[in-house]
């Protein structure tokens, strides 16, 4: 049973630039979740998508947006890279409603952008 | 939104040695959970313990909700322990503490 899936693993970008993050949710999961982690920091909620829709979204400017696909896998997309993007990218995915609260989160492995 | 404060922030321990992480929360917690992440950065879920105490194997986890916090215990340690632990709430919008990192020596 595959976990969460991120694509790629690392990527460095030029400042100005524009970037595609990919996750492909665990198996029967439904909900994807996107996190940024600075160095040293704890991660940092970015926005959630179930149903194709951004359900809630943390304190992050409109240069980052995303996308959920009918197979439940989504993108993020950020435009305009500062310096200050780079980050670890994590997705994590779950299934709404799961479980008394408990949303049994499985976070994928991370994308690791460098903007330089 | 709600402030969420680790302590201590670096922990370095002799393998077999005991342990106790601590996580505040500036508010109600509904949805507690401890995670490990490794030196690859991937975070693995170890608890969701909104209150009371569970254990799993040479880790357990007490939340007292209704002073709004949370404790990790960690026995035993190993060197496959090492990595940071992170405490997050309050529902499925996590809100992560700085971490702590436990550095475990053969």
């Known amino acids: 049973d595959a976990g969460v899936t991120q694509s790629p693993t690392h990527l460095i970008k030029t400042r100005g630039q524009q970037v595609t993050l990919r996750c492909s949710p665990k198996s029967g999961h439904d909900t994807v979740s996107w996190y940024q982690q600075a160095l040293g920091q704890g991660p940092q909620f970015i926005f959630q998508y179930y149903e194709e829709e951004e359900r809630q979204r943390g304190n992050f400017p409109d240069r980052f947006s995303g996308h959920q696909f009918p197979n439940y896998s989504s993108e993020l997309n950020v435009n305009a890279l500062l310096l200050g993007d780079s980050a670890l990218y994590l997705c994590?995915?779950?299934?709404?409603?799961?479980?008394?609260?408990?949303?049994?989160?499985?976070f994928g492995s991370g994308t690791r952008l460098t903007v330089v | 939104g709600i402030q969420v404060e680790q302590s201590p922030p670096d922990l370095i321990l002799q393998e077999g040695a005991n342990s106790t992480l601590r996580c505040n929360f500036s508010?109600?917690?509904?949805?507690l959970q401890w995670f490990h992440q490794n030196p690859w950065g991937q975070l693995i879920n170890l608890f969701y313990i909104p209150s009371g105490t569970k254990q799993n194997g040479r880790l357990s986890a007490t939340t007292v909700a209704t002073e709004r916090y949370s404790l990790l215990y960690i026995s035993s340690s190993q060197t496959t322990d090492s990595g940071v632990y992170f405490c997050?709430?309050?529902?499925?919008?996590?809100?992560f503490g700085a971490g702590t990192t436990v550095t475990v020596r053969a």
């Open positions: 997050a709430g309050p529902d499925y919008k996590l809100s």
């Open positions: 994590a995915s779950s299934l709404v409603g799961g479980g008394l609260g408990n949303y049994g989160y499985t």
């Open positions: 508010d109600s917690v509904n949805n």
